[in-house]
Structure formats: C-alpha cells, structure tokens
C-alpha cells in the first residue's frame, strides 16, 4: 500500500485556494470511493482554519454523494457565527460541481463548568495484548480467513487493535457492545485541533461493526453494502490522537436498511475525551 495512506498528517494539510476555499487530495489506493473520515477529517480542518482561539467542542455531518478518489474535493466554509462564547461554521465538500458532503462545526471558548461527569471505561485488555505480534501467537489467528489477517497487517493512517476477536469467527455479542484500541499511525504535532481532527477521521473506522456485532457477521462480509449516512461527534476533553484510547462501541437499534451505532472513546485512564453517534445505511447484496 502506498506510504502516502499511512500518513494522516498530509491527509489533513489541504490546500487554501481562495478565502474560505480549501482544496483536498486522497491517497492513492485501490478503494472506489472516499473514506467518509477522511472527508471529515478535511472538513474540520478546513473549519478550524477560519477559527481563532477557540476549538471545536461538536460536529455533526451528512453524506450525500460516494466521493471520487481521483479527483480533488473542494471545501467551500460559511462562517455562520461568532459571538462572545461559540463560533459556528459549515462546510461543504464539493466535487464534479455538486455535494457529496455537508458539516457543520461548532465552537467552544473555554470555560469552566458547574458539572463535570462522566461515564466509566469498560474493563478491557490493554492494546499491548491485542498486538498483531500476540494476535498472531494465538491459536484462533490461523483460523481466521485471510482477509481478516490482512487487516491486522495492513498499512492504514489508524492503528487499530480489536478487543472481541471472536466476532471474526461468527460469535455473536448480543448487546452489540464492542471495543476496539485506536490511535494514528504515525506521531503528529502538539497542535490540539489537529488532534481532533485525526481523531475525527478515526470515529468512522468500524463504527459500523456494531450493528454487526448482533449477527456474528462483520463489514468485511462481501454480501453486505454498508456506507456512512450521517455522523456526530462530541469533544469533551483534552487528549492526544496519537497515544492510545479505547473505542467503546454499541449498536441500539437497526431497522428499514439502517443502523445506528454509537462511540464513548477513553483514554487508557478512564478519561472520556469523546462520544460518537452514527447512522449506517446496511443492505444485502442482491443476488
């Protein structure tokens, strides 16, 4: 796989054009359409370039059209509103003249807060024992179809260690309640809205699978189309994307072709630094 799909921070460093005009590229690979967190990923950079002082504290977005990874996507911003405490903006990705993606970005001056609560982290199995090298040691790894090790030895931007190996096999969880460890492949600067936006690329890895989790069945599966329909994001507290945090997903209800799943992602202490909701658009391929 091309170095250019492990390297999240020139994903992100899309190019101004024009006043509110941004320009982004996608990496060259064999997928057909855009990662959907990539397009979220640029969006938000493209928010938080217009925004001073301030970070984003939420977001919530809408896929509209599959994007062409052979073309540029453009990244036009309004700036809706700047008052004494948030600043609002959208932004739309644009290819071929029309829409494929809509967002809208809001922003938080920090302050402090009367409240401060928050969920707990479930027990899991730290990602040093979830290694492709210790995944690899156990007996189920020879098991696994091929693909399925292919995504342990894969080259991505994310790094991504699964904690329930056993969906891979068929076992169905019936909560649908799944953990994965993420973080970015590769160190990035202490810039912290570039950290948001990588962790907001990351949000849209897998987050599907737990409506799968249900069924013993995985995205992976050929006779599924799974694709993003919308997706909302909560920044709660401070956090490095390139240091590991646990995404605790769940999935509670799925019905008429869609899914909805939701995300509490922790840091390795407990802390929760964000939350995820999104609804997937899952049909069987016809045959």
């Known amino acids: ?3 250019s799909v492990t390297d999240l921070i020139s994903i992100l460093d899309i190019e ?10 996608s990496p060259k690979t064999a997928w057909q359409r855009v990662f959907g967190g990539q397009v979220i990923g640029q969006a938000m950079v ?19 059209l599959p994007g062409d990874p ?6 036009q911003v309004e700036r809706l509103r700047d008052g004494k405490s948030y600043s609002t903006r959208r932004v739309t990705a644009i290819q071929h003249g029309n829409a494929i993606f809509s967002i809208m970005v809001s922003f938080h001056a920090e302050e ?5 609560h928050q969920d707990r982290m479930p027990d899991v199995p730290p990602p040093e024992k979830l290694s492709a090298e210790e995944v690899a040691k156990q007996p189920v790894f020879k098991e696994m179809p091929e693909f399925i090790q292919r995504y342990y030895e894969m080259d991505r931007p994310i790094e991504l260690r699964p904690v329930e190996l056993g969906r891979y096999f068929g076992e169905t969880i019936d909560d649908g309640r799944i ?7 590769a160190k990035l600067p202490d810039d912290p809205a570039l950290h948001m936006c990588a962790l907001a690329y990351a949000s849209d890895f897998s987050l599907l699978d737990a409506v799968m989790a249900r069924y ?10 799974p694709a993003s329909l919308d997706h909302a994001m909560w920044f709660h507290r401070p956090f490095r994307a390139d240091e590991w945090l646990l995404y605790a997903q769940d999935s509670p209800s799925a019905q008429g072709g869609r899914g909805l799943a939701r995300g509490l992602i922790f840091k390795p202490d407990g802390t929760l630094v964000a939350s995820v909701a999104q609804e997937g658009s899952i049909r069987q391929r016809r045959t």
């Not at 101004?16 to 590229?25: D, K």
């Not at 402090?112 to 401060?116: I, K, L, P, Q, V």
């Not at 953990?179 to 492949?185: F, G, K, L, S, Y």
């Open 16 to 25: 101004p054009i024009e006043v509110n005009l941004f320009r982004g590229n």
């Open 216 to 225: 013993g069945r995985t995205l992976f599966d050929s006779n599924l189309m």
């Open 112 to 116: 402090e807060g009367a409240f401060n």
């Open 179 to 185: 953990n994965v460890w993420i973080r970015t492949a």
């Open 1 to 3: 796989m091309s170095a």
């Open 70 to 75: 052979h073309v540029p996507i453009i990244y």
């Open 46 to 64: 493209a928010a938080c370039r217009t925004v001073e002082g301030r970070l984003p504290h939420s977001l919530h977005c809408y896929f509209i």
